[in-house]
Structure formats: C-alpha cells, structure tokens
C-alpha cells in the first residue's frame, strides 16, 4: 500500500524493548481499587452501588450522565467508600471516586454474547452498555464514534511515543481477538474497508497480524507505518494512509473515517462474544527507574504503586514520575493513583532522560517548531498570541488543532515551553467557551421565563376583558337577574326546589 508523508515529526530513540521482551503478564489483584467515575470525555458516572455492598465482576457500578460510559467492578469485591479524589495531573480537578476490596470470589455478572451475525443497532448497544471508550488516551466514548456511516475504519496500533509497548504486546499476543474486533466495529459503523496500522519497528506484532488476517480470510489490510512520532496521531494516521486531511477544526468523520485503538478493538470483541464489560486493560510499566520493566493486563483501578512492585521496584535511578509517554504523559507527584480505561503506561525515568532545566530564551524566528510541527501549526506565533492573551487570534491560527505532541519543545533552540503555553492556552479557551455556553443558557432561560410571564399576563387580561364583555352583553344580564331571582326564592321558601 502506499503510504503518503506526514508533515513534521521527529525520529525520537526508541526504548521499547525492555518492556517488550516479556511479552504479556497477568497482574494478581491488588489489595484495593480505586475506580473514578470519570474515565472518559464527558460528565462523571453517577455511582448505582452502596458502601458495604458486595459486587460481581463486570457488575455495573456507575451508570453515564449524558454521553458518558457506565463504569463496571474489574473483580468481584466489596464497594468500601464513594469519595472525591484528584484526578492525575497539576491542577486537575476531584471527582468522585469508588474503593473497592476485592474478595478472591470468581463471582462474575457478565452480559449474554450477541451471535456472530448480531445487527449493527445491537453491537453498537453493547459497545455502549460495556463502558467502552478509545484506549489510546483521548476516552471518547466509542458507541459515540458509531453514531453515524462510516467508509473506512482504521485500527491504530501505531503507538509511537519512545518506551511504551502496550499495543506490541496485545498485539502480539491477542492479534486474532483484535481483528475479530476490528470486524465488529467496521460492521457497527457500517464501514466496507479496514485497515490495521502497525508501526514498521514492531515485526513479531506485524508478523501476528498478518497471519491471523490470511487465516481470517484476508479482508482486513495490515500496513506498516514509519516508526516516526507521533505517526500514531489519529489525523497523521489518517494523512499517511489515505492522503486525505482532516480538516482544520474538524473531525474524521468529516472524511467518512473512524479510528479506534487496538485495545478498544480487542474490547468490543470481549465485550460481543464474551459478554465482558471493559475491567481491564494492557499498561506498560517501564524506564530506568523499575527493575523489571514489562506489560501486564491489568484490572482497572489497579494502583501505580501495585504494578511498580510487579515490575521488581524502584530502582536507585529513580527521579521521575509519569502516567503516560515521556512526550505526552503526565508527571505524578505519588504512585496512590490508579489506572483507567485511557492510561497505557507508568514509567519512571532517571536522572539523565530528564531535559535539563534551562532558562527560557527569547524567539529567534528560526521557525524549527514549525518544521517539526505535524499539525502544521505556528508554534512560534501561537505561543506569542497566546502569551498576549489573544486567544481568538490562537484559535483562527488553529490552536484546538494542537495535539500537544511535544515535538516543538524539543526542536527549539531556545528551550520555550512551548506545549504547557498551549496546553494552558487550550484550557483557557476551554473554560472561556464553556463560561460563553452557561451565559448563554441562563440568558436564554431568563427570556423563556420572561415569555411566559407576558404569555400569562397577556392571557389573564384577554379573560378579563371577555369576563367584562361577557357581563356587559343583554343575555348576560338577563341571565344575572334569573340567577338573583332564583336565590331571593330559595331564602323565602328554603323547603322549596329554586
Ligand atoms: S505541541 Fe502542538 S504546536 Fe507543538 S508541535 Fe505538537 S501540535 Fe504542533
Ligand atoms: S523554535 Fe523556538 S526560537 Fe525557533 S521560532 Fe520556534 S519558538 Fe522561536
């Protein structure tokens, strides 16, 4: 297949293979899970369980608000608190939280499997009732992406931020339940064409797909992208195999296109043939910082702490925390947190993986960031729109468009951070918007009620003008005076009918 360049990126050292060696790994329960009820874009889950109850895995314990995704117990257990807690990440806000003790039980409340040939209107309910969201990072709520007719689907399995091997790993070892899935979802979105992209350095996991495409009847075309970040972007995907961009402020599925993550893939398969809810998923936990870096499937809500001791500890380099890639993860202040439907990787970096920290210096309009940029931005004129306050301005220049990839950070000769600006910019807009939005509602709920209010006023007068109008008129009278007659006979003779 021909593939066609993407703009920008970088050739970034790859650190995979550590983590990649041991293939996939069970991880034995922990002693607790902590599930947030926000695992995914959108409101929090609303908790349908009680402290003290007891629950089977794949029970449902949170059911969505809006367009969210329910929540279910990754093992049987018993609920121990509902109660707030920060989410990862610097300033990001608490949500309610579920605790749960798993109790060793193999009870388990799974849904009934739809047959091989259920109708799409039926995958598409159980993909929603089975809580499953994009895996990849983003959390979209996938029965939403189903919404509408789609002509290709693209599973992603380029997953190119340096350490992580997740995606290699279910790869390797699940390729023929990721095709399986990858059929599901094509059919639920009513898509003729799939493609599965695999990053071309991941050759025993291109090997495991091709062999179970040829064996599955070859219907679904397995290409091998350029190991270069961030190719597995949803819209650089999109570029290098088709040609075709997503355009500026849009969505892929202004192409007809949908992308799901390999491990989403693999879930709706679980979750149509087997009944299972999404409990669990595949995490990367690796850097110089642990002992024994590897990939374990792991029950959702599982502690960081719990899988760094799986993976043999911290070692003496241990300097950095993060949930997530070095480009794009999210540094942790402790290992309390635990990890949700879109967290793919702990790694804990050393001393000498950490960028040291230099004072920032002026621009020099060298233009390396734009060079580097995939979503062919400006960074340069972005970051001083966006330190300017004009956030307009940044929007015009496409800045929702930045996927915060880090690649003009690292190209800038000057060390501006420039992706926590936009980062902090993108969140200003965000707050900006949705502020505009509840303006708007309260503005177009005070003139409802104001509507009503003549509505009423203007009804109550009609009624009196026709009650006037009504008594002015001879039959009115005439009525009046037979209703007075009939009263002044009642009182004398009170034994009489009137
Ligand atoms: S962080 Fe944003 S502006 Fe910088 S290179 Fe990535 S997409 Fe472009
Ligand atoms: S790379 Fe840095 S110095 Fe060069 S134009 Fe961009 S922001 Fe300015």
Known sequence: ?????????????????????????????????????????????RPVVAVGERVARGQVLALPEGSGAPVHAPLAARVLAIEDRPLPGQGAPAVPHLVLEPTGSAEAALLAPLPDDAAPGALRTRIAEAGLVGLGGAGFPTAGKLDAARELVIINGAECEPWISCDDALLRAHAGEVLRGARLLARAAGARRVLL????????????????????????????????????????????????????????????????????????????????????????????????????LVPLGTPVSHLVELAGGYTPLARRLL???????????????????????????????????????????????????????????????????????????????????????????????????FRRAKGALLARDADAADAAAAKARFEARQQRLEREAAEREARLAARKAAAASPEAVAAALERARARRAAQQNPDEPA
């Open 197 to 296: 992209a695999v990053e071309d350095d991941m050759r025993e996991a291109l090997a495991a797909c091709r062999a179970a495409a040829a064996e599955d009847g070859g219907d679904i075309e397995v290409v091998a992208v350029p190991a270069r970040y961030p190719a597995g972007g949803e819209r650089q995907l999109i570029q290098a195999l088709t040609g075709r961009e997503v355009p500026r402020g849009g969505l892929p599925r202004d192409l007809g296109i949908v992308v799901f993550n390999v491990g989403t893939a693999r879930a709706a398969w679980r979750a149509v043939a087997l009944g299972e809810p999404l409990v669990e998923r595949v995490v990367t936990v690796t850097g110089p910082g642990v002992a024994q870096p590897g990939n374990f």
């Open 1 to 45: 297949m021909h593939l066609h360049a993407i703009h920008g990126g970088l050739a970034l050292e790859g650190h995979k293979a550590a983590s990649a060696a041991g293939g996939l790994r069970a991880c034995p329960p922990p002693p607790r899970l902590v599930l947030a009820l926000r695992q995914h874009a959108g409101l929090p889950a």
């Open 323 to 421: 949930l997530g890639g070095p480009m794009m993860g999210t540094a942790l202040a402790h290992d309390d947190f635990p990890i949700g439907k879109t967290q793919h990787c702990v790694l804990v970096l050393g001393e000498r993986d950490l960028r040291p920290a230099t004072e920032d210096m002026p621009c020099i309009r060298c233009g390396d960031c734009a060079s580097a940029c995939p979503a062919r931005l400006l960074p340069q004129q972005l970051l001083w729109q966006a330190r300017a306050d004009r956030l307009d301005d940044a929007r015009e220049q496409g800045l929702p468009d930045c996927i915060e990839c880090g690649c003009c950070d690292l190209a800038c000769p000057s060390h501006i951070p420039l992706t926590e600006t």
